[in-house]
């Protein structure tokens, strides 16, 4: 099965999400290393899937904005939504390395 999904960064204005929710798309929502300590990316996660609640939404360790291009290469290749959130996972775990 195909699915429609999207990619933001964690800093994305929630209007912009919530549009792409609204439009039937899933969701993943890359960390920068700058907000995902201060926790708001989750909050607006959570509070998106509260009123989404058919929709997938994946948010990603931090990874570095030279990666961020790498993941939507990654999507652009054909990569399906999950995929796409592993790879993102495995760039920053990388990066922790």
Known sequence: METNFK???DNAAEAELEGALGAGSDLVIVGSPSEYF???TAQ???NLMKKY???KIFVTDPV?????QKVFDK???GANLFDT???AENLSEA???
């Open 7 to 9: 990619i933001f960064k």
């Open 38 to 40: 201060e926790g708001r």
């Open 44 to 46: 607006k996660a959570i």
């Open 53 to 55: 609640p058919e929709r």
């Open 64 to 68: 570095s904005s030279d990666c961020l």
């Open 75 to 77: 999507a652009d290749s």
């Open 85 to 87: 959130y592993v790879y």
């Open 95 to 97: 990066l922790r390395a």
